[in-house]
């Protein structure tokens, strides 16, 4: 049975429904009906002038769970605090995920 919300430090895989100014707001895969929001200080560690030049709606991200405030539902992520590695492995975890679902459908 799944949680409701991620723990913090989490690698969480989701898609990018929507881009600001000041940050994205991503469709979290793994927890239905869960939203988090990646602040444009969290997009890249050098210095960012347009987020959009990064993040772009659609787009599969890789973020790692900042901080979870469960009473307002919010959930802080972060793209830079992500190493390649970890991206590699937690797509291939998701895949692996994917596919066991299918076969117990």
Sequence with gaps: MRK????EGELVIGTVV???PYGAFVQ???YPNRE?????SEVSSGWVK????HVKRGQRVVAKVMRVDKKKGHIDLSLKRVTEQQKKAKIQEWQRFQRAEKLLQ
Excluded: A, Q, S, Y
């Design 4 to 7: 409701d919300f991620p723990e």
């Design 36 to 40: 988090g929001m990646i602040h444009i």
């Design 50 to 53: 347009n987020i959009r030049d």
């Design 18 to 20: 929507d881009v600001k």
């Design 28 to 30: 979290l895969l793994e």
